[in-house]
């Protein structure tokens, strides 16, 4: 019998687990990741750079519900990853990053065998939950099992597992494929008692979503509907609740309208939320005080007591968690209930906002109502900063970006192309900055490439604007940050894209339509001067 190489193996197990994309950048040292690869059911998706297939693997991930698989090399391969592991990290997404390694004994020699680090392991121990050396065979199942486990039953973030060449290449016959998942945690039935008790007898719940909710989004709904609880929704949990739900609360908590909302409350109930500062304290301006009578739903335990502290910890996957509240006795429904302090909130939070936000904001709102079932996903720039603040998503997953967490520029385009390859049926809308674009110039290849429906809006205010306008209040003189930007148009046409410039919404609004007909790729460019 032909022996099986462990590079093989490994894509039957990733196949078995039902990973259908792989993101990756071949070379000579990963060359055995790739034996199985071609004709297989996993498509793979090449980057033109291993932090931009980093991001796309995250929008992938964040759209689909599965992990993001990025293939890389040895040494480069991996330090270009790490910045899009640091920001999956910081935003709990799934991505499993299998990268080659030099073969046992040469790696970290210091002899200067190609692409050797001194600690391969070590360096993406940082950005990783977990990471892997694996120095035999036998020991990939159970790496494999391991990541797969993390990624059901713990807060997913990266996780990593480097394979030596030697090893990739050696027998891997007969090894058994990695065990099945353990299923998704709930809280203990005393835990969730006191906390239906609590519920029962509020008399203005709230309810925090953040990004752990978004695969509960049904759930959710009923429970708040029930007990008339405004929802307040972070930047990864919008559209949870759709716009125009009297209970929507589509608005940041670190504007003090929605902040009142919450410190009015009696009892609030955070799910899947870091109550982090990016999050309720955007601009770091007050810390977020500890929300009243705290019920707290988080798959991962340390997590539980992180930036407030709950009266009633729940440790549990948020659906589950949910159903296992919404089987128990909250008392009889309250319709209507909520929905006045719900929508005042929002309108305050709105009017909070500068003049030039709202106007963005309404901006937004166009995009979203041209294009109802697109996926909006940005980057660090000024339409975005101003989203985050106020904008109502119109489904769950619709609207994510890099101006939150660990705010990378340069994430929007590749994840945007990701997240397209997770839903092919629903158009993507990119919202980068001119500054920020350029970060990532050479991923523009890939939506055509791989036959994507996106539509890449540039909001183009010739240079680091945000940085310019915070070196003025800073009373520092502008430096560095007039960066110039590239002839967009011309760009466009290089890679056969539509171009068209925008400069007034009903402009924006014919363009996005006309994309919205067929299955394209287009670059719109706003010429952010004229909406001042
Ligand atoms: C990798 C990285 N480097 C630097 C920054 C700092 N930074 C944040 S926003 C920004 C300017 C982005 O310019 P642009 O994309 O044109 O957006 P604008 O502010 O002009 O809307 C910079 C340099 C960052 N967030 N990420
Ligand atoms: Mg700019």
Same mark, same amino acid.
């Given at each position: 019998?032909?022996?099986?190489?462990?590079?093989?193996?490994?894509?039957? @197990?990733?196949?078995?687990?039902?990973?259908?994309?792989?993101?990756?950048?071949?070379?000579?040292?990963?060359?055995?990741?790739?034996?199985?690869?071609?004709?297989?059911?996993?498509?793979?998706?090449?980057?033109?750079?291993? +932090? $931009?297939? /980093?991001?796309?693997? *995250?929008?992938?991930?964040?759209?689909?519900?599965?992990?993001?698989?990025?293939?890389?090399?040895?040494?480069? $391969?991996?330090?270009?990853?790490?910045?899009?592991?640091?920001?999956?990290?910081?935003?709990?997404?799934?991505?499993?990053?299998?990268?080659?390694?030099?073969?046992?004994?040469?790696?970290?020699?210091?002899?200067?065998?190609?692409?050797?680090?001194? *600690?391969?392991?070590?360096?993406?121990? +940082?950005?990783?939950?977990?990471?892997?050396?694996?120095?035999?065979?036998?020991?990939?199942?159970?790496?494999?099992?391991?990541?797969?486990?993390?990624?059901?039953?713990?807060?997913?973030?990266?996780?990593?597992?480097?394979?030596?060449?030697?090893?990739?290449?050696?027998?891997?016959? /007969?090894?058994?494929?990695?065990?099945?998942?353990?299923?998704?945690?709930?809280?203990?039935?005393?835990?969730?008692?006191?906390?239906?008790?609590?519920?029962?007898?509020?008399?203005?719940?709230?309810?925090?979503?953040? $990004?752990?909710?978004?695969?509960?989004?049904?759930?959710?709904?009923?429970? @708040?509907?029930?007990?008339?609880?405004?929802?307040?929704?972070?930047?990864?949990?919008?559209?949870?609740?759709?716009? $125009?739900?009297?209970?929507?609360?589509?608005?940041?908590?670190?504007?003090?309208?929605?902040?009142?909302?919450?410190?009015?409350?009696?009892?609030?109930?955070?799910?899947?939320?870091?109550?982090?500062?990016?999050?309720?304290? &955007?601009?770091?301006?007050?810390?977020?005080?500890?929300?009243?009578?705290? &019920?707290?739903?988080?798959?991962?335990?340390?997590?539980?007591?992180?930036?407030?502290?709950?009266?009633?910890?729940?440790?549990?996957?948020?659906?589950?968690?949910?159903?296992?509240?919404?089987?128990?006795?909250?008392?009889?429904?309250?319709?209507?209930?909520?929905?006045?302090?719900?929508?005042?909130?929002?309108?305050?939070?709105?009017?909070?906002?500068?003049?030039? &936000?709202?106007? +963005?904001?309404?901006?937004?709102?166009?995009?979203?109502?041209?294009?109802?079932?697109?996926?909006?996903?940005?980057?660090?720039?000024?339409?975005?900063?101003?989203?985050?603040?106020?904008?109502?998503?119109?489904?769950?997953?619709?609207?994510?970006?890099?101006?939150?967490?660990?705010?990378?520029?340069?994430?929007?385009?590749? @994840?945007?192309?990701?997240?397209?390859?997770?839903?092919?049926?629903?158009?993507?809308?990119?919202?980068?900055?001119?500054?920020?674009?350029?970060?990532?110039?050479?991923?523009? @290849?890939?939506?055509?490439?791989?036959?994507?429906?996106?539509?890449?809006?540039?909001?183009?205010?010739?240079?680091?604007?945000?940085?310019?306008?915070? &070196?003025?209040?800073?009373?520092?003189?502008?430096?560095?940050?007039?960066?110039?930007?590239?002839?967009f148009a011309?760009?466009a046409r290089?890679?056969?894209y539509g171009h068209r410039?925008?400069? *007034?919404?009903?402009?924006?609004?014919?363009?996005?339509?006309?994309?919205?007909?067929?299955? +394209?790729?287009?670059l719109?460019e706003?010429?952010?001067?004229?909406?001042?």
């Amino acid at each position: 019998m032909a022996m099986k190489k462990l590079g093989l193996y490994l894509i039957e @197990a990733l196949a078995d687990r039902g990973v259908s994309h792989v993101f990756g950048i071949p070379g000579v040292h990963n060359l055995e990741l790739y034996r199985g690869l071609a004709g297989g059911p996993i498509r793979h998706i090449t980057g033109r750079h291993e +932090q $931009g297939l /980093g991001f796309m693997a *995250d929008g992938y991930a964040r759209l689909s519900g599965r992990p993001g698989v990025c293939f890389t090399i040895t040494g480069p $391969g991996l330090t270009n990853i790490t910045t899009a592991m640091g920001q999956a990290y910081g935003d709990s997404i799934p991505l499993l990053v299998i990268s080659s390694r030099n073969r046992r004994g040469e790696a970290g020699s210091g002899r200067g065998f190609l692409h050797e680090l001194p *600690d391969q392991r070590a360096l993406a121990s +940082q950005v990783a939950a977990a990471s892997d050396s694996i120095e035999e065979p036998g020991q990939l199942p159970e790496a494999l099992g391991r990541a797969f486990a993390m990624f059901s039953s713990a807060r997913p973030r990266p996780v990593y597992i480097e394979i030596p060449l030697d090893v990739l290449a050696a027998d891997a016959t /007969g090894l058994a494929l990695p065990a099945p998942s353990p299923a998704a945690p709930v809280p203990p039935a005393t835990a969730l008692d006191a906390a239906a008790d609590r519920l029962r007898s509020a008399k203005r719940p709230v309810v925090l979503a953040g $990004g752990g909710g978004l695969r509960a989004a049904g759930e959710l709904r009923r429970l @708040a509907e029930h007990l008339g609880a405004p929802v307040v929704m972070t930047t990864n949990a919008r559209g949870i609740l759709p716009p $125009g739900h009297p209970l929507a609360v589509p608005r940041s908590p670190s504007l003090e309208p929605v902040r009142a909302l919450i410190a009015a409350a009696d009892s609030v109930l955070a799910v899947g939320t870091e109550l982090g500062p990016t999050d309720y304290d &955007m601009y770091g301006v007050s810390e977020f005080p500890n929300p009243p009578g705290l &019920m707290r739903i988080d798959i991962e335990a340390a997590q539980l007591t992180r930036s407030a502290r709950p009266v009633i910890p729940l440790c549990g996957e948020a659906g589950a968690t949910l159903r296992a509240l919404l089987a128990r006795d909250l008392g009889a429904a309250r319709p209507g209930a909520g929905e006045a302090t719900a929508a005042a909130a929002c309108e305050r939070a709105l009017a909070a906002l500068s003049p030039a &936000m709202r106007r +963005q904001v309404t901006l937004l709102d166009l995009i979203r109502d041209a294009l109802p079932s697109a996926v909006l996903v940005g980057d660090s720039t000024q339409l975005v900063y101003a989203g985050n603040l106020g904008f109502a998503a119109a489904s769950p997953g619709s609207w994510f970006n890099s101006a939150t967490g660990y705010g990378t520029l340069g994430y929007a385009l590749p @994840a945007a192309t990701g997240a397209g390859l997770a839903v092919p049926d629903r158009p993507v809308v990119c919202l980068v900055g001119d500054g920020g674009l350029q970060f990532s110039l050479g991923e523009l @290849a890939v939506p055509g490439e791989v036959d994507g429906w996106t539509a890449i809006v540039v909001w183009n205010n010739r240079g680091f604007g945000e940085i310019k306008t915070a &070196m003025i209040a800073a009373g520092i003189a502008p430096e560095g940050v007039d960066v110039r930007p590239p002839e967009f148009a011309h760009l466009a046409r290089a890679y056969g894209y539509g171009h068209r410039m925008i400069e *007034d919404p009903a402009a924006l609004e014919r363009a996005l339509k006309e994309f919205g007909r067929r299955r +394209q790729v287009v670059l719109l460019e706003i010429r952010a001067e004229a909406f001042e």
